[in-house]
T-cell receptor, first 114, second 113 residues
């Protein structure tokens, strides 16, 4: 069964520190992987997307990496800010792309303390 | 340019009541989706549409119906609400390229007593 597992479930760090969130998936064959940020009470917003041929993608202080061989992705946040407090969701699309087969991870809840 | 909007933002229903959630997008997107988000679970697809006049079932379609009479609107109906349908409902839309990101609405928090 295709699955997406994220770790840790929650994370607390001090403002200004870096952190890395993990996503492991079993989806095969694989098309693309996307990271979303979801603020409390809001809908998810896309941060990055990577296809199977890409191994890194940046969006400001957010850098996502992908290892398609080990089926692992990570999202690294540099110099965290209070506004980074949110849930981060890993989303994997199988190949061929089908809207009803996209799998959303449960998310990592990140808390940034001043 | 409002993006994806959802109406209402909050609603409380009694078991057995019916209601319709409205989703509207102003980006001329072909694809639209309804998800539910429950604590400890990932977003789950209820129904989706690949164009005006089309609908298809997702992972958890039971107890819900949808309609896409106009390209910009996607309606989600609950004919007879049950406590198990207490959730946060998100609508999303995307353009035609399969790598296009989904744009999500702000969500509707529904409680069924």
């Amino acid at each position: 069964k295709n699955q997406v597992e994220q770790s840790p479930q929650s994370l607390i760090i001090l403002e200004g520190k870096n952190c890395t969130l993990q996503c492991n998936y079993t989806v095969s064959p694989f098309s693309n992987l996307r990271w979303y940020k979801q603020d409390t009470g809001r809908g998810p917003v896309s941060l990055t997307i990577m296809t199977f041929s890409e191994n890194t993608k940046s969006n400001g202080r957010y850098t996502a990496t992908l290892d398609a061989d080990t089926k692992q992705s990570s999202l690294h946040i540099t110099a965290s800010q209070l506004s980074d407090s949110a849930s981060y969701i890993c989303v994997v699309s199988p190949y061929p792309n089908r809207d009803d087969k996209i799998i959303f991870g449960k998310g990592t809840r990140l808390h940034i303390l001043p | 340019n409002a993006g994806v909007t959802q109406t209402p933002k909050f609603r409380v229903l009694k078991t057995g009541q019916s209601m319709t959630l409205l989703c509207a997008q102003d980006m001329n997107h072909e694809y639209m989706y309804w998800y539910r988000q429950d604590p400890g679970m990932g977003l789950r697809l209820i129904h989706y549409s690949v164009g005006e006049g089309t609908t298809a079932k997702g992972e958890v379609p039971d107890g819900y119906n949808v309609s896409r009479l106009k390209k910009q609107n996607f309606l989600l109906g609950l004919e007879s609400a049950a406590p198990s349908q207490t959730s946060v409902y998100f609508c999303a839309s995307r353009g035609g390229n399969s790598y296009n990101e989904q744009f999500f609405g702000p969500g509707t928090r529904l409680t069924v007593l």
